[in-house]
């Protein structure tokens, strides 16, 4: 009779928590929604600010109307649904943020807290940092590139059909151009996200700054296949990718020496650290010894 109480009274706990994350889960959900219809009604000036980049670079080279053409008749309506979607993501994130934050905070210890808030708010500025910087900076320079590679056609008469030559002009769809806006904010948004990542993981012990520097070479290589997978193949937009994420991962080995010298003035202060115990130990010292004269030897 005890075991089965033991047994219900261990799974009352669970089931209160499964029940708290539904709630939470239904309130993100919503939220989501709400955010996605707002998104959804004025998906047409969103879609203006999203094709300012295009519109300045092909003015820059000459052009005077920078509209995207549909190439399916449902073009238009997934080109909402797509701008929703994210608009919708964006609005619902500092809601389904709370909601994460109240889900966990009670099972942490009030230094845990403290500890974990911070990365919880640095990681929505770090992405939005990150899709700015793309934004303005990157998907300019980008579509500037991509432009370049038109050239203008002559024009057709009776006496020059031999040294006629084509024209190549860009006709953009409107979901493919969003498709590559959003892969370039996205890409950028999540690449931003590095530093809080791993300064977290420095906290909880789980990486040291040691050890990053150590994989420097290997961070290297593996950037560069990144930068490869989530930009155009373009050698811009490739060498501005790497160039900004190593530079974070640089940035990140610097935060997690920090957290690493703060955890040891604290050990330091309450007497758990002590850098000298290992050389005032006698059988450290006879064993170096021995090892010295057998090297001699």
């Given at each position: 009779m005890s075991l089965n109480n033991e047994m219900e009274d261990s799974s009352a706990p669970l089931i209160e928590h499964l029940a708290e994350l539904r709630q939470r889960l239904i309130y993100s959900v919503v939220g989501f929604l709400i955010g996605m219809i707002i998104c959804f009604t004025v998906w047409n000036p969103i879609f203006n600010f999203l094709t300012q980049p295009l519109c300045s670079a092909?003015?820059?080279?000459?052009?005077?109307?920078?509209?995207?053409?549909?190439?399916?008749?449902?073009?238009g309506f997934f080109?909402?649904?797509?701008?929703s979607l994210m608009g919708g993501l964006i609005l619902s994130?500092?809601?389904?943020?709370?909601?994460?934050?109240?889900?966990?905070?009670?099972?942490?210890?009030?230094?845990?807290?403290?500890?974990?808030?911070?990365?919880?708010?640095?990681?929505?500025?770090?992405?939005?940092?990150?899709?700015?910087?793309?934004?303005?900076?990157?998907?300019?320079?980008?579509?500037?590139?991509?432009?370049?590679?038109?050239?203008?056609?002559?024009?057709?008469?009776?006496d020059m059909t031999e040294n006629a030559t084509a024209g190549i002009a860009f006709q953009g769809s409107a979901q493919e151009y969003l498709?590559?806006?959003?892969?370039?904010i996205v890409a950028f948004g999540l690449c931003f996200q590095l530093p809080?990542?791993?300064?977290?993981?420095?906290?909880?012990?789980?990486?040291?700054?040691?050890?990053?520097?150590?994989?420097r070479k290997f961070a290297v290589v593996a950037i560069l296949v990144l930068a490869a997978?989530?930009?155009?193949?373009?050698?811009?937009?490739?060498?501005?990718?790497?160039?900004?994420?190593?530079?974070?991962?640089?940035?990140s080995i610097f935060?997690?020496?920090?957290?690493?010298?703060?955890?040891?003035?604290?050990?330091?202060?309450?007497?758990?650290?002590?850098?000298?115990?290992e050389f005032d130990d006698p059988l450290m010292k006879e064993f170096e010894e021995d090892d010295d004269k057998g090297s001699e030897k």
């Amino acid at each position: 009779m005890s075991l089965n109480n033991e047994m219900e009274d261990s799974s009352a706990p669970l089931i209160e928590h499964l029940a708290e994350l539904r709630q939470r889960l239904i309130y993100s959900v919503v939220g989501f929604l709400i955010g996605m219809i707002i998104c959804f009604t004025v998906w047409n000036p969103i879609f203006n600010f999203l094709t300012q980049p295009l519109c300045s670079a092909m003015a820059l080279k000459g052009h005077t109307d920078c509209g995207l053409i549909l190439i399916k008749l449902q073009e238009g309506f997934f080109v909402a649904i797509s701008i929703s979607l994210m608009g919708g993501l964006i609005l619902s994130f500092p809601l389904i943020s709370y909601q994460m934050w109240r889900f966990v905070a009670p099972g942490l210890y009030k230094s845990e807290k403290g500890a974990f808030l911070p990365f919880l708010l640095a990681s929505p500025f770090m992405f939005f940092l990150g899709a700015a910087f793309a934004f303005y900076v990157v998907t300019p320079l980008a579509f500037d590139f991509f432009l370049g590679f038109q050239q203008g056609g002559s024009v057709l008469t009776e006496d020059m059909t031999e040294n006629a030559t084509a024209g190549i002009a860009f006709q953009g769809s409107a979901q493919e151009y969003l498709s590559l806006t959003i892969k370039f904010i996205v890409a950028f948004g999540l690449c931003f996200q590095l530093p809080v990542l791993l300064t977290l993981m420095g906290k909880a012990g789980l990486v040291s700054s040691e050890g990053l520097g150590n994989v420097r070479k290997f961070a290297v290589v593996a950037i560069l296949v990144l930068a490869a997978l989530v930009t155009p193949p373009d050698v811009i937009t490739q060498v501005i990718l790497f160039t900004v994420v190593y530079g974070l991962y640089e940035v990140s080995i610097f935060l997690v020496r920090r957290v690493e010298r703060k955890r040891e003035e604290e050990l330091r202060a309450e007497g758990y650290y002590d850098d000298e115990q290992e050389f005032d130990d006698p059988l450290m010292k006879e064993f170096e010894e021995d090892d010295d004269k057998g090297s001699e030897k």
